[in-house]
């Protein structure tokens, strides 16, 4: 039954199951994501989504449970963070965390798809397609400008969208995205929603993890609702949010 | 590809750096051999032999500094690789001795007779060539970095918890060089060397020659750390620095990298040591305390950590002062030295060559800012 | 102690005197005419005599013909020994006063030479001096003389001391044993008495049967060897467990500070061990002072010195945290290098002022001596720093969990910025805690000028030590601390018989080291999301 399931997503997750000395983070999490899919994950503080992505990226190994990549064909709880981030699974951070003492220029040389291999990076040299490619993510996450200056001295909004560019950079199928509102004006707020969506039509699939209802809405895809280490409900923005479970744990307090 | 990877390491700093380290490691042996004792510029030997140490210890920083200052691994053990590599050309000199010992065993060094040892054991075969030493030279501290960094970083033991199991590593090969039956000499360690390929160690010549050498060393570790730090690599590690669960998750193995910057830089360390061994002419247990693995940390703080330069700055001047003081007030040196880490820590975090690197950068900019309203875009 | 045993001598000696008359009932007036005879044959019939006379004196004249001074006079066939201070009468050790003119020594041949010596070995069995019968059923026990036997029987049937009594039968039980025509139930029976003693050297006996010996016989000594090398090994593990918990409590002095202001506050402090070294100065100069001052006041120094190295410690450690630690939080590196600095500034400072020798700190009278468990020995110094460092430990967790400063403390470590918004004041709580930390290390150090030499390089030896017991342990938990730092004694000492001491220390950094490869945290460290977030 689940088998068809798993050929046809590209992130799979079945029966994760993750504790931690005793508290149970996922209990039994079910997912999946179709290839070029966008979706929204929303649930209230603890439900699990941030270890949904630490197991999905390879930062924690899940007790029991499948968790697949690209149609069933890897099992990702057998790899490292740097195998799955080579497979083509981004991520950024909750907290936006870019490299402070490097230019905008170097974060984004540092992600752009190439052999991660020391050696190789050793010798390496940056060549006239990587510039070209850096400048074209300089102008998607609007940091033109900004090229030379230490990653350090950015605004909160914009580590946020350079880290999104480190993301595009890395070229991957799958972007993980955590909070990336958190802290933004509401104008940022809707130029980063119009951002993550034309990164998700150039053919990505893209996971958001967000507290921010608005914005959720303002993306306009489908959303799951974690509770306690479980999928609540999952359908349309308006779907669950009329759905009485979720009213009661989440949105109607 | 090397060639482009030496080169790219060529920035203004460090070509200035190079040239009047090499410019010193030329001067001052001439100035010792070719001008006589009576002439206002003559260089006594041991002075020579003096700077001979701080150019090794100059090494030794650069090491470090690699390491802690781009890659943030405060290493409390690399003092060390720096015996390691000190001992491995120890074994060298000692069986060089031959038969000139007090008790003229041809094969067996003086303590080994004196512990009534029979014959030579296993690991001290092959250090009567020099070709096998110098390979030792390399692989021992080498290896202990790859073993210890492999299970370290694998495991990722981060911030002072590996700080701290490096020191405990520095510690325990310090008990263990105590150890008579260790066969390295135990509690005296290896001295009374008499000549080295050849030439005797004690020698005026032979000692401009090594002086020469050292400095030769840190140009060439200069070179070499430039050319990490301003490569792709050297990017790696300070974003290993900085944010190193991010740099996992772009899809570098920091482990391999930290595996790597940390053998390199045990391998100078270990070169380091082993041109130190015969200017000083001992080489004893007490180089593994943990006491100098991180007076060397010093060097680097004092110097500026992240600035290659600093460390060598830091380590020289660091160490003259210990000199000036150890002749001058010798009470009052552990006092200066302490008080040095707290200031350094506390006052100078870029230290010296960071701090006045940090001057010229907002002065620099203080220009480029002041003249920007005139040329608008 | 050697005094005591003086003492004990001499009053031995006394009661000796004092029986020495009405004993003089056993008659050896027939022995003493034989020595006066002047014939070998006749001297070695006297010694014979002698030793089965059960005479007092006996022992003494026996031993006096062995040195050659036991002579008789001429005239009137007294027999008298010669001491240091004069001439005294042989039965009576009466001095005579004008000394005969007419004494000549008895003389000794071989065989009256062989005789004497198996009085004196039987006479000493017998000997007032418990000591020296000890030490005689021991020589039996391994001479397995077997014309003692008798001696034995009568010795055994006549001693008081318990223990004397056991190596006594065990001796007897050696002859007995290794004699062929004893009986094969009394070699049997003699081979569990054997048993009993239970030594190194039991089993070698046991496994010296020569091989014609009956196989019941063989095989009883091969069960009875076997049970004591299990006692023996139990015996050899027990001491290993006691000193190891006994090393165990000095590692567990030495890092409970730090378990403080490292696993609780996160401060790598590398003057912690001159914290230790303060403590162990402020015990020197107590003790200084009371010497001169009021030397009666001796066995209280200790119990004065604790507060003080507390305060004193605690006081250094608050003006630490106040001056620079506060500067660093957050940036663990720079504390350790700048706690490193004061290290070697406080070192400098103590060697300035005290000089860089070894400073004398007595034990006094109630840490002296040493207890006995079994074969095993313990000095009382060692067993109170076990119950001291127990005491500390057991002090600290309440203090932690119990009081509102504890409570405060443990509030602010785990939530600086929750804590301060409950209106604690953030700051006087870390000095405060700092400053605990440190008074430990103080009150640490009182103990260990017990036990270790005290000078300004005292802290040196134990801050290493201290921070792998806490990291072993795990970070931030006490218990673990606790743990830790007992694991560690004991398996140093297991490891030594085997590894010799430094090896051992060796293996055990080595063992630390892997340790933190697997469980980066410590043995007792929280798991889970919020660790390296």
Redesign the interface.
Known sequence: MTEPLAHRALLYLDDVRVS??G?K?LKGLSLTIEPGEMRAIIGPNGAGK??MM?VVTGK?RPDSGEVLFDGGGVDLTRLDEAAIAGLGIGRKFQKPTVFESHTVEDNLYLALKADRGPFASLFHRLGADEAARIDEILATVKLADRRDDLAANLSHGQKQWLEIGMLLAQEPKLLLVDEPVAGMTDAETMETAALLRRIHDSGKSVVVVEHDMAFVRELGVKVTVLHEGGVLSEGSIDHVASDPRVIEVYLGR | MIGHFLFRGLDRGVVVALTVILAIGVLVPAANLLLPPGHPLHVPTYLVTLFGKYATYATLALALDLVWGYCGI?SLGHGAFFALGGYAMGMYLMRQIGSRGVYGNPLLPDFMVFLNWKELPWYWLGFDRFGFAALMVVLVPGLLAFVFGW??F????T???L???T???T??LL??F??NDMGFGGNNGLTDFKDIVGFPVQAAGTRAALFFLSCLLVAASLLLAAGIVKSKFGKVLIAIRDAE?RTRFIGYRVATYKTVVFTVSGVLAGLAGALYVPQVGIINPSEFA??NS?EA??WV?VGGRGTLTGAIVGAVAVNWGKTWFTGALP??W??A??????V???FL?KGIVGTIAEIRAKRTAAAAAAPKPAPAE | MPIIRRLARALGLILVLFYALPAAAQDISGALAKLAADSYADTAAAVVDLAGSGHPRAAVIVAALQDGRLEFDRASKAVVLRTASGVVDAATGAAIAPVPGSLSPVRVNNRVRTALAAAMGALTLMSPDPAKRREAADAVFKSRDQAALPTLEAAIAKEADGRIRAALQAARAAVILTRPDASDDARVDAAGSIRERGDQDAVALLRSLPSDTPKRVRDAAETAAKAVETDLALWSSAQNALYGVSLGSVLLLAAIGLAITFGVMGI?NMAHGEMVMLGAYTTFVVQELIRTRMPGLFDWSLAIALPLAFLVSGGVGVLIERT?IR??YGR???????T??????????V??VFGANNREVGAPSFMSGSIEFGPLAITWGRLWIVVFALAVFLGLILVLKKTPAGLQMRAVTQNRAMASAMGIRTPFVDALTFGLGCGIAGIAGVALSQIDNVSPNLG?SYI?DS??VV?FGGVGNLWGTLVGALTLGVVNKFLEPFAGA??G??LV??F???F???R??GLFA????AV?A
Do not use: H
């Open positions: 931690f000395d508290f983070a941030t270890t630490d924690t | 405060l299970f370290a694998r495991s990722r033991v911030g002072v918890y700080s701290i199991i020191q405990a590593l510690y325990a008990l263990a105590f150890r669960s943990p006491a991180i940390v010093i703080a009470e009052f552990l006092f030295l302490g008080g040095l880490f707290v350094v820590t506390l975090p | 790598i620079i500067f660093l663990p590196l720079e504390t350790l290098l700048a490193w600095g004061l290290s070697l500034i406080l070192q400098q400072a060697r300035t040196q290493i921070f792998m990291v430094v090896l220390k060796i950094l080595v630390i080291i892997l933190i490869q697997k980066p945290r929280l798991k889970g999301r390296d």
